[in-house]
């Protein structure tokens, strides 16, 4: 991760599918393939999943990163979102006209390389629509850098804006019972498990698609998971009731499903296999619609909720980190920022003249 880099990443995420997740009565669900296939002809692509055309010199630039990308140890989801920003940089670079504009070239030149990544965060936080955060431009450039590091040109002079300060964020009240209805309405019980599984123990989508039948531990009383995060560290996460009964539901009807005899993925495709981020992203994107949220709810925004009702219901951080998975307690210092309700609701002061 409605995200901002839902661009079709290319080479570096070449296999990779969504699956159609609306709930069409009778209609035969995830109609794409798999992990590892490439979808059938004629298969209806995922919204904003069509890649910029890149000139052949810059596109043979970004071939070259992506399989560079593949001999590091990074998770398939970072890779996919370093080679989604530098697509879009390089896309920019060549609309722009980038080896004329400047003297000499962006991608050859640590002059001319400075300069293009200045005027595209400019782009980014003021003319690109929409116009992107100051954390999206922030993670673009560290892109960048991975980029042009890798290029061996080195890391481009460019100052990073400071974060607002500001909690992470998490829906509302009203929009967490319009997400728990939409959930509880929606036919499928692979995908109800997937959306609550952020929302009640706090997992990243990439938590949740590596969970394999045996991490999942269901008593009469208590439940547990066995989450392997980043890094490959494994860390157990208590069940709350409510997931426990659509965990359970899923493993029901799991038994029917095609591989399920053979494969150790809990989530499956409907083609075998594990199913893939992108289409539990999909899962998201499909119930927020159904549930008509203003704002794009993706797993993350279910996580932040988590961690932020735990916190300010006054839960010790250390237990909050090991049940979230935050090798820093700094990092949930964040979480006690005023959020943008607690701003909106700091209005509610103010005298008006009726």
């Known amino acids: ?27 035969a669900a995830d109609p794409t393939p798999g992990n590892g296939a490439t979808p059938a002809a004629g298969t209806p692509r995922r919204r904003g999943a069509r890649p910029t055309p890149l000139p052949e010199d810059f596109a043979e630039f970004l071939t070259d990163y992506a399989a560079v990308l593949e001999t590091v140890p990074l998770s398939p989801d970072t890779r996919r979102t370093y080679v989604s920003r530098v697509r879009m940089f390089l896309a920019w670079l060549a609309d722009g006209t980038g080896r004329r504009r400047y003297r000499g070239d962006p991608l050859t030149n640590p002059t001319a390389r400075d300069w293009a990544v200045r005027d595209y965060r400019l782009y980014l936080l003021r003319e690109a ?47 967490e019972i319009r997400w728990l209805r939409a959930v509880e309405a929606w036919p499928h019980a692979r995908d109800r498990a997937i959306a609550l599984l952020p929302f009640y123990a706090g997992l990243r989508i990439g938590d949740i698609v590596a969970l394999d039948v045996d991490d999942v531990r269901l008593s009469a009383r208590k439940g547990n998971l066995r989450v392997f995060g980043k890094g490959g560290k494994p860390r157990d996460v208590p069940v709350h009731p409510a997931l426990a009964v659509l965990l359970q539901d899923w ?35 499909a119930i927020a619609e159904a549930a008509g949220l203003e704002d794009a709810t993706t797993a993350h925004v279910g996580r932040h909720t988590f961690v932020t009702r735990l916190i300010r219901g006054g839960e010790d951080l ?15 210092k964040v979480y006690s920022q005023p959020t943008d309700e607690d701003k909106h609701n700091a209005l509610r002061h103010l005298t008006v003249d009726r």
């Open 318 to 332: 250390i237990t909050v980190a090991e049940i979230a998975g935050h090798a820093r307690l700094e990092t949930l």
């Open 251 to 285: 493993l029901d009807e799991r038994a029917s499903w095609p591989g399920a005899a053979t494969e150790r993925a809990l989530f499956l495709s409907r083609r075998r296999g594990r199913l893939t981020t992108r289409a539990a992203s999909d899962v998201f994107t």
């Open 129 to 175: 629509t929409p116009k992107r955060s100051v954390r999206y431009c922030n993670n673009a450039l560290a892109a960048q850098d991975d980029f042009y590091v890798r290029l061996g040109l080195g890391k481009a002079n460019v100052g990073r804006d400071e974060l607002p300060k500001t909690a992470p964020k998490a829906m509302d009240a009203r929009a």
């Open 1 to 27: 991760m409605t995200s901002e880099n839902a661009q079709n990443p290319g080479p570096g995420d070449l296999g990779s599918t969504s699956e159609n997740t609306n709930p069409a009565p009778g209609a």
